[in-house]
């Protein structure tokens, strides 16, 4: 059985309130090392509560926060537990000055707070998720959406259309003068836009996505009257380059409605920043990997004969040679190439510098491959100064050559560990094709903040689900 609107917002606030009770008890034990505070520490931490349980109440019924719970990624629901935990933090920040509350709230505690409610809330999220959807099988508590695409289309938004886990693609609608026709639910649909919502009858439609770029505009006007008339949310895709993955917002420009873009970020970022955040995220890594990189290592070497690192030299900035690490993947004489490939693997090998299932790969080679385990060394480069955790692939000199005219452009920025075209295409991108060139001196062109924040967000998922190659 279905639970109604407000009863599963309740259960959400319910949620909510006893991961951010749970968040406070825990931060004043950490900070004090007791919850029985006395005498005025006792009334401040009253205050907290009562703050927080408004706070909650505020952001669940009035603000709706958890709008949409069930249809939000794993990236996405971290985003809003982190955007939840800031505004509560504001909302005590506030109570304190505005109350002149004394003695004022531990800023250690409410640090505590802020660091464990996240991580209370993105799981007790994620657990809800998965036990509504097993315990309600029957039930679709995604969002059924119809896809409209114009005719010859379907394939390539099939090829990139992300439904996450919580979405349920209900039939696909190919659009061509002003009709629609398809198949929705197992119904057969053939009819004029205008007259959608009939031909659906009393199909569930809680979102219709709709990419038709060529589509005069009178046209897309009666898909979103269409939607409007089933009760669902329409969703009309732009054919733009990428509007998320360049700083790029939703403008008024001379009146219109535009994605206004802000080209490559600011050199503050690119100059001093970004190597900050090298410096400090490799020596975290280095530090907290130290021991299970040991282990590692010592796994490798009993596994096959030769040294547990791999080093090749690598054109850097500038096209400054550096020597790059990694975990040794493969037989300590993978460079007889001969020695393994086929003539035709060979040839491949010599243009692509890359080859699908390598039989000079080890077996426990495969595994790190798969997590990619086997680029953790190169947060040492990072840490150097050879390379940036977000970049360009490091290529050899034999590379350099596929890039022509372009290659003093290409060597301008660093060499990353992650980068554009892993995440974009990966092997689906080739030199041959030309693809894998426009990929990287695309994001040399474009790098930004915002461009390498979406780079390494999808670089995670890549490696939580072990997509890595």
């Not at 931060?27 to 509560?49: C, H, K, P, W």
């Not at 053939?190 to 038709?212: H, K, Q, Y």
């Not at 850097?316 to 086929?342: C, I, P, Q, W």
Request: glycine letters at 8%; a neutral charge; hydrophobic letters at 45%.
């Amino acid at each position: 059985m279905k639970l109604p609107r407000f009863a599963r917002r309740l259960l959400l606030w319910a949620l909510d309130v006893a991961c951010v009770m749970a968040s406070l008890y825990i931060s004043l034990t950490m900070r004090f090392g007791q919850i029985g505070l006395s005498g005025a520490e006792s009334r401040v931490g009253d205050y907290i509560v009562l703050t927080l349980l408004l706070l909650v109440t505020f952001l669940n019924f009035a603000v709706h926060r958890n709008r949409g719970f069930m249809k939000r990624t794993g990236s996405q629901e971290f985003g809003v537990v982190l955007s939840y935990n800031v505004w509560l933090l504001v909302g005590i920040a506030v109570l304190v000055v505005a109350l002149h509350v004394q003695p004022s709230p531990s800023r250690l505690m409410l640090l505590y707070f802020v660091i464990v409610n996240v991580i209370i809330m993105s799981v007790m999220r994620a657990i809800a998720k998965a036990a509504a959807r097993a315990l309600l099988a029957g039930e679709r508590l995604g969002a059924s959406i119809v896809m409209v695409v114009e005719q010859g289309q379907r394939e390539r938004i099939e090829r990139v259309f992300d439904t996450g886990a919580t979405y349920s693609i209900a039939g696909w609608l190919e659009l061509a003068d002003g009709r629609v026709s398809g198949t929705v639910a197992d119904k057969d649909v053939t009819s004029e836009i205008e007259a959608l919502p009939e031909a659906l009858g009393d199909t569930r439609v809680d979102d219709v996505f709709v990419f038709a770029p060529t589509t005069p505009e009178q046209e897309t006007s009666a898909l979103l009257d269409a939607a409007e008339r089933m009760g669902s949310n329409c969703h009309v895709a732009l054919a733009l380059p990428d509007p998320s993955l360049q700083g790029a917002c939703l403008d008024l420009f001379g009146g219109f409605p535009t994605v206004s873009y802000s080209g490559r970020g600011s050199r503050f970022y690119l100059v001093f920043l970004k190597r900050l955040i090298d410096i400090v995220v490799s020596l975290l890594v280095i530090v907290v990997a130290f021991i299970p990189g040991v282990i590692l290592a010592i796994v490798i070497a009993l596994q096959s004969k030769g040294a547990p690192f791999y080093s090749q030299e690598r054109l850097g900035l500038g096209g400054k040679h550096f020597k790059l690490l990694k975990f040794r993947s493969m037989v300590a004489d993978a460079n007889d190439v001969e020695k393994y490939f086929t003539p035709e693997q060979l040839r491949e090998w010599q243009t692509e510098r890359k080859l699908d299932n390598d039989p000079r790969v080890t077996g426990i080679g495969r595994f790190l491959r798969k997590t990619s385990l086997d680029e953790f060394p190169q947060f040492i480069n990072v840490f150097k100064g050879d390379m940036s955790i977000v970049g360009p692939r490091p290529i050899v000199d034999e590379e350099i050559s596929h890039y022509g005219d372009r290659a003093s452009e290409f060597l301008s920025c660093k060499p990353g560990i992650t980068g554009w075209w892993q995440v974009e295409a990966r092997n689906d991108a080739d030199y041959a094709s030309g693809r894998r060139q426009a990929l990287e001196l695309y994001y040399v062109r474009h790098a930004s903040a915002t461009l390498d924040w979406n780079i390494f967000k999808r670089t995670f998922g890549a490696v939580f689900h072990g997509t890595g190659k």
